[in-house]
């Protein structure tokens, strides 16, 4: 490996540069971009997403990257999601459905949760994986290292979403994202579009605590 | 002794005669062709080994001959040897000298293994024979180039033994005989000059030319003791003497006439066993056993340039009970690591009802030359890219089960739970289709489906949720289906509850009316 290319990983970055290259991939919403490192998701590593409910748009906020990247060819690979990912919607999203895989294992069975972690690991040591998606609530610190080596090593975008009570654990995943909804004020009204406030919690090699609020 | 050569007649009559020193250079009365060079493989353990290759640890085994009293050891094999245990000795004394593991001979199972060893071979050279019961003879000449010489091949043989679990030893020559003949007095001999044969075969004790008992006494009455000596005693004396048939395997032990061996075929599928020296349950010890088949099917599948991608398992124990799995392959393969990866991962995932004692593998389906990459289940395409694809699933496949793994496709119907669907193993990819259904899918239709609709509690006609749920006043009636058994007829909402999750939810029509979330936006 030549210095150059090593510096292209996300792992490394100048110490007296500031900024890092913007090397993200756009995540497809200019304020989102705006307060990621590199300008943009990263291509490689964990990315946490915590967030106070489900289906206040956690999966909204990288649904247009994942399309991008199943365009591409690359895979898009979801294990044990808390339910079916709803075909029709993810093509009205742009994904490509030809290269979405799913790990679907058996609910409450002991075993379950060690076979999702092992077949996450697995997906994103892949090199053909663009994106491992992850729904676990309790994860070791010494494990969330694991998974982010795994996902360094095979160069994939791992996702981890996980509910916001998590937030305080301290974790290896370079960049961590807190979500919350934005409610309306008045009660009756009904919010749609949904509104979303995003935090950065953690961002290695930029700042953290930027905030920015999308409209979906 | 448990070998004997049985084309060898008796010797009849033996009389004290003088011995002639005889001029060691004869006349050849034929030359053999100059490229021929034979490899042959002794197995002096093999009776013991088909029984202990399939162990993981390193316990004391004997293999146990005779009647009641009269029993006696066999063979040892080396941690038995350390405990001072020979063949020969008496398994009562044997007892004495440590924990024994007592095993009885399985010559049928002999046999099998020994056409194992031949197809396992036929990877270094397609020109097998077997020389019954313990050895494999091969002619390597054509191989040498393929192997960098005599050395690689050598070494790729002793590697591959070691990892079948075999010890042996092997010995190479311009003559079957010579090669079989010096392996089993010497360990890894190498005489590639016919001339240069005399020398080496010289010593050799006459055990080797494995004679029938009275014909190894006539000789020895005479004082002959080495091939040698008994080569120094003139032909008429031989003759005389022995068997007409001991001068011509010293013509053809020298190269003098021709000596022609049948070589094997291979035969169309692939089948082996192993039998295990005890009932196992633990599924690490079946997957050491598992690697030895594995490694054999692989020596076939190269000597046939071939692949497989499926495998056929059976574990049994006896007549009592049987277990079959197969292991599918993604795509062809005869790498025999990721076989056994999958094999491992397959094991660890099963539960064995009883302790079984045996392991079968049988390939009956052969894939020739290199696969075509068509698109399959997952549109697989290139071919690299495809490879390491393949082995992926395979992998999580064994490990997790063939129905963990999933891919989606969209069906033309309107209703909600039947616009998509799994698609099966096997199954090619369809592209394109439904795409105009659902252009604007991007917000009718949320991104999770709940798998099992809930039935949601309703106060004053207002389902809750945290609370109440608002609703969307846009809503989409889907009332189809009527020509199936599974017509519906409901009113979904977009909805949301007072945490901000949005949801999708429907009010049945008809029947009660209820109130049920099927979705998830988010």
């Known amino acids: 490996m030549t210095l150059d290319e090593l510096l292209q990983r996300a792992c490394v970055w100048h110490a007296r540069s500031g900024a890092p290259p913007l090397t993200g991939m756009s995540s497809g919403y200019a304020a989102l971009d705006a307060i990621l490192p590199g300008g943009g998701w990263p291509c490689s590593g964990l990315t946490e997403i915590l967030s106070a409910d489900t289906g206040i748009g956690a999966l909204r906020l990288v649904l247009p990257t994942l399309a991008r990247l199943s365009q591409e060819g690359r895979w898009i690979i979801w294990v044990a999601p808390p339910h079916v990912p709803y075909s029709p919607a993810l093509l009205g999203h742009g994904l490509d459905l030809t290269r979405v895989l799913v790990v679907d294992l058996p609910e409450d069975e002991s075993r379950t949760r060690v076979q999702a972690l092992w077949a996450y690991e697995q997906a994103l040591r892949f090199g053909d994986c663009g994106a491992a998606l992850l729904w676990l609530d309790a994860l070791s610190n010494l494990r969330l290292r694991r998974l982010q080596i795994a996902a360094e090593a095979g160069s994939t975008w791992g996702l981890v979403f996980r509910p916001v009570s998590r937030a305080a654990q301290p974790s290896p995943a370079p960049l961590r994202l807190e979500i919350e909804a934005l409610v309306d004020p008045l009660p009756g009204a009904v919010a749609s579009p949904a509104a979303l406030r995003v935090n950065v919690r953690k961002a290695r090699g930029a700042q953290a605590g930027l905030h920015c609020q999308l409209e979906l | 002794m448990p070998h004997s050569l049985p084309s060898m007649t008796t010797f009849r009559a033996a009389m004290p005669a003088p011995i002639r020193p005889v001029d060691d250079a004869r006349p050849a009365t034929r030359t053999l062709p100059a490229a021929a060079l034979w490899l042959h ?203 007409p048939a001991l001068l011509d395997t010293f013509d053809r032990l020298y190269g ?137 699933l395979d992998r999580l496949r064994s490990r997790c089960g063939a129905q963990a793994l999933r891919a989606m496709e969209l069906q033309s119907d309107h209703r909600p739970e039947a616009a998509w669907r799994w698609r099966e193993n096997d199954e090619p990819a369809r592209r394109g289709g439904m795409k105009t259904l659902f252009s604007d899918g991007l917000n009718t239709r949320p991104v999770w489906l709940v798998k099992e609709p809930v039935t949601l509690p309703t106060q004053h006609g207002v389902p809750q949720l945290d609370g109440p749920l608002r609703l969307v006043p846009a809503r989409e009636r889907i009332d189809t289906g009527w020509w199936d058994e599974r017509g519906l007829a409901r009113d979904y909402f977009i909805a949301r509850t007072s945490r901000g999750s949005r949801l999708w939810v429907y009010k049945e029509l008809d029947g009660e009316q209820r109130w049920r979330l099927h979705g998830v936006f988010e």
């Open chain 2, 41 to 243: 493989i002794h197995l002096p353990q093999l009776p013991l080994e088909i029984l202990t290759r399939g162990m993981a640890q390193n316990r004391a085994c004997v293999l146990v001959q005779g009647e009641g009293n009269r029993r006696k050891v066999l063979m040892a094999n080396t941690r038995a040897a350390t405990l001072g245990i020979r063949a020969g000795m008496p398994v009562g004394a044997a007892h004495a000298l440590g924990e024994l593991l007592e095993l009885e001979r399985n010559p049928r199972a002999e046999q099998h293994a020994l056409e194992n060893l031949g197809l396992w071979a036929m990877q270094l050279t397609p020109l097998v024979s077997l020389v019954p019961p313990d050895g494999v003879l091969l002619e390597v000449r054509g191989s040498l180039r393929l192997f960098h010489g005599l050395d690689g091949l050598l070494a790729r043989l002793r590697q591959g033994l070691k990892q079948l679990g075999y010890r042996a030893q092997y010995a190479v020559a311009p003559t079957p005989l010579a090669a079989t003949l010096l392996a089993r007095g010497t360990t890894h001999s190498v005489v590639q000059d016919v001339h240069e044969l005399g020398r080496h075969l010289g010593g050799l004790p006459l055990d080797v030319l494995r004679l029938a008992p009275s014909e190894q006494d006539a000789l020895e009455s005479i004082g002959v003791r080495s091939l040698g000596e008994c080569r120094r005693l003139s032909r008429a004396d031989l003759a005389r003497r022995l068997s």
């Open chain 2, 256 to 392: 003098q006439t021709r000596d022609p061996r049948p070589t094997m075929a291979a035969p169309e599928l692939f089948e082996a066993s192993l039998e295990l020296p005890w009932e196992v349950r633990n599924a690490q010890t079946l997957v050491t056993a598992g690697e030895r088949l594995l490694l054999e099917l692989q020596g076939y599948l190269r000597a046939h340039a071939a692949m497989t991608r499926h495998l056929h398992w059976r574990l049994s124990n006896g007549t009592r009970y049987e277990e079959g799995f197969d292991i599918r392959l993604t795509h062809p393969t005869r790498d025999h690591d990721h076989m056994l990866l999958l094999l491992r991962e397959t094991l660890m995932r099963m539960t064995l009802k009883e302790p079984v004692t045996a392991l079968e593998l049988k390939v009956d389906e052969l894939v020739r030359g290199n696969p075509s990459m068509e698109a399959d289940l997952f549109g697989v395409r290139h071919q690299a890219q495809g490879e390491a694809y393949a082995s992926f």
